[in-house]
């Protein structure tokens, strides 16, 4: 499922100075960088790195200093279609675990937590702000139910800090207006969640839900780009014919989160060799001191990270 993929955004898995340097430029440039991308914009391949384990599905990115954090799920038994909705679903849980896992600028597992209860093992895209990592897992189905967790970076000591009668895909904390945003399956719903003083969902308000008038991309990632917008990446599928193979188009996005809708899109002609799009999986972007870097980890299993550049 590729859910939330067009707020996401922003790594580097390259040398120390590599990664300073990819940081320097200020949240304005790194969004005025992205406007300027067309679909003519060259992209060049400067680094591949082969994750050496096993990654399952992966879902979300997040860089924390020098080391890369991604989440991923890991699926047991698949879900199944009901013949007939029952309860509002489509098709029963299966069954699966919630992993993330931190790495370093090799791609060498230095960090791992397991995350989710019972059905509800589905991680998404996820967001760093500066202090927490904030991570959504729900159950792999849509209009179903997720946990909304705050992870420390360091010690990915995970607490609950909300739960949500919907199927959530990818998490963005607004720290100017101290509000979570998170999408739907399909990212055809925009939540905006008031947080406490506690860091917690404040229970005393509901959320506010407005429908995504845009039907390009299902995002997969999202990351916050001040103010007030987030930088989404993923995927749309299409087949000439119902038993034609599945070709993936994917793309950026910039989202306003009071609006609730993009404000700038754009498609990123990237594949892998097998014809993967780039942006399927985990994506991050991020300003260098000349252009843009986006690294992704588009297949499943046995992963590669792919680091390109432009000018």
Same mark, same amino acid.
């Not at 859910?3 to 340097?21: D, E, N, P, Q």
């Not at 069954?95 to 060498?108: M, P």
């Not at 949500?164 to 990818?170: F, K, L, P």
């Given at each position: 499922? &590729?859910?939330?993929?067009?707020?996401?955004? @922003?790594?580097?898995?390259?040398?120390?100075?590599?990664?300073?340097?990819?940081?320097?430029?200020?949240?304005?440039?790194?969004?005025?960088?992205?406007?300027?991308? *067309?679909? *003519?914009?060259?992209?060049?391949? $400067?680094?591949?790195?082969? /994750?050496?384990?096993?990654?399952? &599905?992966?879902?979300?990115?997040?860089? %924390?200093?020098?080391?890369?954090?991604?989440? *991923?799920?890991?699926?047991?038994?698949?879900?199944?279609?009901?013949?007939?909705?029952?309860?509002?679903?489509?098709?029963?849980?299966?069954?699966?675990?919630?992993?993330?896992?931190?790495?370093?600028?090799?791609?060498?597992?230095?960090? &791992? /937590?397991?995350?989710?209860?019972?059905?509800?093992?589905?991680?998404?895209?996820?967001?760093?702000? @500066?202090?927490?990592?904030? /991570?959504? $897992?729900?159950?792999?189905?849509?209009?179903? &139910?997720?946990?909304?967790?705050?992870?420390?970076?360091? %010690?990915?000591?995970?607490?609950?800090?909300? #739960?949500?009668?919907?199927?959530?895909?990818?998490?963005?904390?607004?720290?100017?207006?101290?509000?979570?945003? @998170?999408?739907?399956?399909? *990212?055809? #719903?925009?939540?905006?969640?008031?947080?406490?003083?506690?860091?917690?969902?404040?229970?005393?308000?509901?959320?506010?839900?407005?429908?995504?008038?845009?039907?390009?991309?299902?995002?997969?990632?999202?990351?916050?780009?001040?103010?007030?917008?987030?930088?989404?990446?993923?995927?749309?599928?299409?087949?000439? %014919?119902?038993?034609?193979?599945?070709?993936?188009?994917?793309?950026?996005?910039?989202?306003?989160?009071?609006?609730?809708?993009? %404000?700038?899109?754009?498609?990123?002609?990237?594949?892998?060799?097998?014809?993967?799009?780039?942006?399927?999986?985990?994506?991050?972007?991020?300003?260098?001191?000349? @252009?843009?870097?986006?690294?992704?980890?588009?297949?499943?299993?046995?992963?590669?990270?792919?680091?390109?550049?432009?000018?």
């Amino acid at each position: 499922m &590729h859910c939330f993929s067009a707020l996401a955004v @922003g790594v580097i898995l390259a040398a120390t100075v590599a990664t300073t340097a990819a940081v320097a430029a200020g949240p304005d440039d790194l969004g005025q960088r992205i406007e300027r991308l *067309s679909r *003519s914009t060259p992209w060049r391949l $400067v680094e591949t790195i082969k /994750v050496p384990f096993q990654t399952y &599905h992966p879902q979300g990115f997040a860089r %924390t200093g020098d080391a890369l954090v991604f989440s *991923s799920v890991e699926i047991t038994v698949p879900t199944k279609r009901y013949a007939q909705p029952q309860d509002g679903m489509d098709r029963d849980a299966g069954q699966g675990t919630g992993h993330l896992f931190k790495l370093d600028a090799q791609g060498r597992q230095i960090g &791992h /937590v397991t995350l989710g209860e019972g059905s509800i093992y589905h991680p998404g895209g996820i967001d760093y702000d @500066g202090r927490w990592l904030w /991570v959504p $897992v729900a159950e792999y189905r849509p209009n179903s &139910h997720s946990i909304l967790y705050r992870v420390d970076p360091q %010690t990915l000591e995970a607490v609950a800090v909300g #739960r949500v009668d919907d199927h959530i895909g990818g998490l963005v904390h607004d720290t100017d207006h101290n509000t979570l945003h @998170g999408v739907s399956w399909g *990212s055809r #719903r925009f939540y905006t969640w008031r947080l406490d003083a506690e860091g917690k969902v404040d229970a005393s308000a509901p959320p506010t839900v407005t429908l995504n008038p845009e039907h390009y991309l299902d995002y997969q990632d999202c990351a916050y780009l001040p103010v007030g917008r987030a930088i989404c990446t993923g995927i749309t599928e299409f087949r000439r %014919t119902p038993d034609a193979p599945v070709f993936g188009l994917g793309g950026i996005e910039i989202v306003d989160l009071a609006a609730g809708r993009p %404000t700038f899109q754009v498609p990123v002609l990237l594949w892998t060799e097998d014809g993967t799009a780039m942006t399927r999986n985990p994506v991050l972007v991020e300003a260098t001191p000349g @252009g843009l870097r986006l690294t992704a980890m588009p297949e499943d299993d046995q992963s590669r990270i792919f680091v390109y550049e432009t000018p």
